[in-house]
């Protein structure tokens, strides 16, 4: 069952949606694709996110409905509970529950506190610089990933990735030189990159990648 990790700043990516919830800094959901592609076991409590269709909201008399869509699937929503005062229509919310048909029966709302979402990756970018390793996409998808390693910066450099299951690197880069490292990713994993020229790590050439859960 593959769900995103959610951290505390997130960024808009073909209309699948991570964001920070209220009063936590690590969420895990499921779209409402992914909940299409691997329906859950009967009983399954979900985290499902996505944003809010605009003009789906209505009033129960003891909470909510509404639509959530990724851009690509719709999933009717009727909250029982506690609803927030800035939760509207148009934004980004993740409930949790258990479906019931086609509807998932939601007893928990937690809304967007930012403007940026960013899902998990098969595919991410990593820049090596004088002295920092940067990754455009934090986390990852479980399964066959690809990373293109560029060394943006005026000296040699190369990247190592490690994790439980996991030993790729890359050949020493040249200023302007590129890479790619294609590797398997183990769900839940924390992937560690560095620079393994003698004496960049130090220096703060460190990065790291999350895993998904399946």
């Known amino acids: 069952m593959r769900r995103l990790l959610i951290a505390a700043v997130a960024v808009v990516a073909g209309g699948v949606l991570v964001f920070q919830a209220l009063g936590e800094g690590v969420v895990y959901y499921r779209t409402p694709q992914e909940l299409a592609q691997e329906p859950p076991e009967p009983g399954d409590r979900l985290r499902v996110g996505g944003l809010v269709v605009a003009g789906s909201v209505h009033t129960m008399p003891q909470g909510v409905s509404f639509t959530l869509t990724d851009g690509v699937r719709n999933l009717p929503v009727r909250h029982t509970g506690e609803v927030s005062p800035v939760f509207a229509g148009g934004q980004g919310a993740i409930v949790e529950g258990r479906m019931d048909g086609g ?76 890479a790619t490292l294609r590797l398997d990713a183990p769900p839940g994993a924390l992937l560690t990159l560095v620079c393994g020229v003698t004496g960049h790590e130090p220096l703060g050439m460190t990065g790291t990648l999350r895993v998904a859960d399946l």
Not at 136 to 148: A, I, K, M, N, S
């Open 103 to 178: 509807v998932l029966l939601s007893d928990r709302l937690m809304v967007k506190h930012s403007n940026e979402y960013r899902p998990p990756v098969t595919s991410t970018r990593v820049g090596l610089t004088e002295w920092a390793v940067t990754v455009g996409d934090p986390v990852l998808r479980p399964g066959p990933v690809t990373l293109e390693v560029t060394n943006a910066g005026s000296t040699a450099h190369d990247l190592i990735v490690t994790g439980i299951g996991v030993s790729a690197h890359t050949p020493v880069l040249a200023p302007g030189q590129t």
